[in-house]
């Protein structure tokens, strides 16, 4: 990790809050004048920090009920495999998230669909077709208690 300033620190947490505010507006709540808030920023992004700034949409008001956390194991292993998984994992818009996990399952999918008959027709007709599935368990969310983007920036301070 870059050697950051606390000011870097402060830049970074109100833009992952708020990414749509203007460079005057973080540079005010971070006590610094423009130009070098905007340098820092400028410095943040080709450090890598900051990846990309998105707006964030509502799923539920646009229909998308449904949250699946699917755990996979794969029917064969290797480097090859895992890889090639991989790769046809990250075109499926409905995976949000995939993770390779330690432990009883080779992967956490994170998987956001309209409803439960979706879900039924993405695992029959996307999930399932993948090469070297060899078993998937559904978790549907029921209720949500907390969705954060806000990465825990204290604890680096």
Request: glycine letters at 4%; proline letters at 3%.
């Amino acid at each position: 990790m870059p050697e950051l300033h606390p000011k870097d620190f402060q830049i970074l947490d109100v833009l992952q809050k708020d990414a749509s505010l203007s460079t005057q507006d973080i540079a005010s709540r971070v006590n610094l004048s423009q130009s070098p808030c905007w340098r820092r920023i400028n410095r943040l992004e080709e450090q890598g920090l900051i990846n990309k700034k998105v707006v964030l949409l509502n799923r539920e008001k646009l229909g998308m009920d449904v949250v699946v956390f699917a755990t996979v194991n794969l029917s064969t292993q290797g480097r090859g495999n895992l890889e090639e998984f991989e790769r046809e994992v990250e075109i499926l818009p409905e995976v949000m998230e995939c993770y390779t996990m330690a432990g009883t399952w080779d992967y956490m999918l994170k998987i956001v669909v309209r409803d439960i008959r979706h879900y039924e027709m993405f695992v029959r007709q996307k999930l399932t077709k993948l090469s070297h599935i060899g078993e998937v368990h559904s978790h549907i969310a029921v209720t949500e208690i907390k969705n954060s983007t806000v990465l825990p920036l204290d604890s680096l301070v």
